[in-house]
């Protein structure tokens, strides 16, 4: 339900082979559909026994889980564990005796201080139940591990974390977390050498409940929505710390410390906190940067009393992951004015160098992902991932995902084929399909003009997949949104993107895109290919460095802090841009260099 | 069951009417009463459909809610609402637009810091989940509770514990709490005039679980008995804090504070952490001094944020009603020399004045108590609490709680019982009963001598009401042990108890307590009536007066670290100390000149 079950959305349809059933919403569906059994799952009440038939093109691929080598993670520092608060220590304390009958919390604290000279410390009550048996089951040698400060406490007091009979010095982990709102990511990490020895990713739980954060907040906002989101959201990492602890024959009990990078919904979904003022006038979230909590707090399946660190946002729309992919990109130490954008359902992007940050969000709709396209389909297996149309006889041959027989196209494939059909002149540059050409590709279909980019007989739905003038359309706001962001968010400081040095490619969406096509349509600045890169997950990257740094962390606390975020919605220079981006590549040619050059030749 | 169903104490008899069951241990009862079909119910195996009857003695009264009415207390110093870290504040927040996009949480911190001074604000998830709506209901003005600092973070940071909307400033909540092992005590305390505005109390819900703390240690020991303990004890402290509330019109929410005393077994099954180390040599706690917590980590029913805090106790068998009694009794503030005293089934005493203390605990056993005596029973209604024999005929007159017909005799009854017989001639001083007297209230019965309190005809039982040479020997054991306990506690420090300037007695025992029989037996030492001063519950007082000032909780906590505990079990004084006492009064006859001159006259 990408729409949260509102009816608006049009992807639960499925269809009633027998039995009654009242449609209380047909909106997404045309008389022809309904005529032929489709109704909205979520807008349809069954009034007797059924018989429904769900179609297959919307079942979850998981894909995700095939790639689980673990990668060397490369990092702009060298890993100093004294750089990170983390710590064991064994001690053996002297027993008890009638001449000194100092209770074991005391004792522990006095030979903590005599040994480490750690002062101070405090413990919650279950670690204080857990005290007495560890002690005298390890014979009065003990481990402890502790966190000697916090971000938010840089001074401490030491906090006990967990202690253990005898000693136990052999390992230390921790996690990294990137809370997306498709997809969440869990790095085990080693504390002891720093490296990541276990990557795991999966679907987030919540995607049956909405699939973009509009919808999630939405259904987070009736009846217990917002703890069973928090509830879906924890079961999913709670099963991939599961999965990454196993991986290394390791209980989840021995994960002390968890930094977690998200979007502001989901980082207050995670946290249950009401999102609900995030799509309201005037757009606050609740918190931006929230306390730290212990892991018991909220059910997450690592040691209960492990440090849970949400890393911190500085908007409703421009959360942790972009302050950790802002630090983890390198953006932040950079002399070179750069870029950064990670591009989903929103597009967030930040302008800057080492010295200032600006940042914007703008909603570019769920069309890069796939969806309010009629044949649109996320980047999983049998998703068309790129196009080519030769401009002779406007023929299309395509790549797939998984090298099956194609189901829809994906963002990048969608992006691929707007680009090819306007460099063949299937479309004109306002994006309508030129009708007049000699090809059965292009014609006229239910939903208006339309391109056919598989046959049916080639396709795995027995269905001709094409792209209709409202996909156009769809595509062409979401790229005239995303550039306009860049172009008011390089005005605002009165610069020009012709400036920009380097851009970074944060996010999933990078990973199967074609520069060149996202240039010719106008989504992306023309600069040269090497000014471009593309990053992968910055958000559970930066988690990991500012698990590992102290230093990296405070660099995340410091770029929320020195981030100005625009909000478009209040910048009257946003809806004019936004416009004259409505053109392929744009009304202002000569900021499309590379492209004006190709169209004249 | 007051031994925890071990089958020692006998209190769980039940007569078997109708069929079969087989007993395990008969060891408490005759073979008359088997033979009568007592079974003791802890040790007995049901084998079929019986029929049970529960003989009526020990149904539990309910006496302590007869008094209800509201005390003003006496406090040793002026109530200053601002030496107390609890507050309330109102704060009116601009409103959040598109030109101040800050979050609800650093826009309250922000304004707090502004109006108020208060920087540095840690608040909890649930806090901050209640933040938004708060904020939005009060139209922007919203009242928060703060906690300043606490006692062991006297530089703060200072805490959230709630955020409601609108102004909400007329009244400010919080409790005192005594968690005794017999009866537990909440007082509801007014923080505006810093008045107790309710008192409340009733039996710790522990009770059917065992009746001693040796008892309720091995319950918890065993399967899930820890977390039961607790479970009853908060479930007991809940219905006290319901009914408070409720005498008051307000809500359990509405209070912000606890401040809890009680014995070191009572604090550690409150909290639930293991006591299992305080009954095994060498005796030491888990924990002295528990850090403080929210309430919702137990459960306890006040605000979910609100601090608990549990003063310090010092050892195992001097805990923090002990350092709560110090404080509150004046015992560490005055120049005289002197002895506090809480007498129940162990006796703890202190000798001291304000620049020195010292304490020790010695188990008395229960006989003080009303058990381990064959009509003993508790200070409830239907309990001899004093009698008086006439020398020449050695007939008994008495007074019974209630002034019901008598069903027992009480710890007071019996210590009064003692000394009467004593004075009378009944029994010599080594508490042999003289079975020559011309009496047929001295006989020999079914458990050796014995000398009849009250006849059939007057009892509610219908049985002759009697105190046996055995009853004696466990009265005389216990008075030795307290009497002993002086004895060493003095020598220990190079003093005479004849030096001793004031007695303080804490603890209900008390109440009804005979200052003259107490002496003549050889219980309290040989002093001038008015240096004994009963204080009453000195437990939750100091814990009522630490939750109203600083001073008074740093007080506690210095007592706490300046008291010197002496071991008795370790100290080889004890015994010939013990030996001396096990005469009445005494054997050296000049610690008790008033009982030698009465003896002589």
Chains 1, 2 share one sequence.
Not at 72 to 100: C, G, M, N, V
Not at 355 to 376: D, R
């Amino acid at each position: 339900m990408p729409c949260g079950g509102q009816g608006r959305c049009g992807r639960c349809a499925v269809v009633v082979e027998e039995g009654a059933v009242r449609r209380r919403s047909t909106q997404r569906l045309s008389p022809e559909d309904v005529a032929a059994g489709y109704a909205l799952a979520c807008q349809t009440t069954i009034e007797g026994d059924v018989v429904v038939l769900i179609p297959p093109q919307e079942r979850i691929e998981r894909r995700l889980k095939e790639s689980k080598r673990v990668a060397r993670i490369a990092l702009p520092f060298a890993y100093d564990r004294h750089e990170q608060p983390l710590r064991k220590y064994s001690i053996t304390l002297p027993p008890p005796s009638l001449q000194d009958q100092t209770d074991d919390w005391s004792r522990l604290q006095r030979e903590l201080a005599r040994c480490y000279n750690l002062r101070g410390i405090q413990a919650s009550l279950p670690v204080l139940r857990k005290l007495g048996r560890a002690l005298r089951e390890g014979d009065w040698t003990a481990t402890v591990v502790i966190e000697l400060d916090a971000w938010d406490r840089p001074e401490g007091p030491p906090r006990l974390i967990d202690v253990l009979p005898g000693e136990r010095l052999e390992s230390l982990w921790a996690a990294a977390v990137d809370i997306g709102t498709t997809t969440n990511h869990v790095w085990l990490v080693d504390m002891m050498s720093g490296e990541v020895l276990s990557q795991q990713a999966d679907y987030n739980g919540q995607i049956a409940r909405g699939e973009d954060v509009i919808s999630r907040i939405i259904y987070a906002s009736k009846g217990n929505g917002l703890e069973e989101l928090q509830r879906l959201v924890v079961g999913t990492l709670n099963r991939l710390l599961a999965q990454a602890a196993q991986e290394r024959g390791i209980s989840t009990d021995e994960i002390y410390k968890v930094v977690v990078a998200g979007n502001s919904t989901m980082i207050h979904l995670f946290t249950a906190i009401s999102p609900e003022s995030i799509r309201l006038m005037p757009f606050v979230t609740a918190v931006n940067q929230v306390p730290t909590f212990p892991a018991r707090e909220i059910g997450l399946a690592v040691n209960p009393e492990a440090t849970v660190d949400c890393l911190p946002g500085i908007a409703s729309y421009v959360g942790a992951d972009i302050t950790a992919g802002v630090v983890s990109s390198g953006m932040c130490s950079t002399q070179d004015l750069t870029l950064f954008v990670d591009i989903g359902t929103n597009g967030e992007m930040v302008l800057g160098d080492c010295t200032w940050l600006i940042a914007c969000a703008c909603s570019a709709g769920p069309a890069f992902e796939g969806a309010g396209v009629v044949h649109g389909m996320r980047a999983t297996a049998g998703a068309i991932e790129e196009v080519w149309i030769n401009p002779q006889d406007y023929e299309a041959t395509y790549r797939v995902i998984g090298d099956e027989k194609p189901r829809g196209l994906c963002g990048s494939g969608l992006i691929s084929l707007l680009s090819e059909m306007f460099t063949a002149g299937v479309v004109d540059k306002s994006g309508n399909i030129n009708l007049g050409l000699r090809t059965k590709r292009v014609r006229r279909g239910t939903h208006g003009p339309e391109y056919v980019v598989a046959w049916a007989e080639e396709s795995a739905t027995g269905e001709d997949i094409v792209i209709t003038a409202v996909d156009i359309d769809n595509l062409m706001r979401a790229k005239a949104a995303i550039y306009a962001g860049f172009s008011v968010l390089a005005r605002s400081v009165g610069l020009s993107l012709s400036e920009v040095g380097q851009v970074l490619i944060g996010g999933a969406f990078g990973q199967y895109l074609n520069v060149r096509n996202a240039i010719q349509i106008g989504l992306l600045p023309d600069k040269p290919f090497d000014c471009f890169q593309f990053m992968g997950n910055t958000s559970v990257r930066g988690a990991y460095m500012a698990l590992l740094s102290r230093e990296m962390r405070r660099r995340v606390t410091e770029v929320a802090q020195m981030m100005t975020y625009l909000e478009l919605s209040a910048d009257n220079t946003f809806f004019d841009e936004f416009n004259a981006a409505l053109f392929l590549p744009h009304t202002d040619l000569s900021q499309f260099p590379s492209v004006a050059a190709m169209m004249k030749g």
